[in-house]
């Protein structure tokens, strides 16, 4: 049975002055999770915001267990990050 985890997060970028510099700390977010989890990942929300946005993230798998484990890690991954700030995240499992 396939199993597919998604993740949503609501994200502030309190150092950033710009689009850019938002899209930067986006960019390295978004390669890390991909290189280290093989999942997908993207903006999915407030792309035009340089200070807040909406990060989508799933991952598919046939074990619940498994994919809970990933989200638990991919969570302390983003929040990790020193130039953004993780303000609500939560996963749902389909």
Do not use: C
């Not at 970028?13 to 991909?34: G, H, N, Y």
């Not at 999915?44 to 798998?61: E, F, R």
């Amino acid at each position: 049975m396939m199993i597919v985890a998604i993740g949503t997060f609501e994200v502030a970028f309190p150092e950033a002055t710009s689009l850019k510099d938002k899209r930067q700390v986006l960019r390295s977010m978004k390669d890390k999770v991909r290189a280290k989890f093989n999942a997908s990942i993207a903006e999915v929300g407030d792309n035009d915001n340089w200070n807040h946005g909406t990060v989508g993230v799933s991952v598919v798998a046939n074990d619940k267990v498994y994919l809970e484990q990933v989200a638990s890690k991919i969570d302390l991954l983003l929040a990790d990050y020193s130039e953004a700030e993780i303000i609500d995240s939560y996963w749902d499992y389909v």
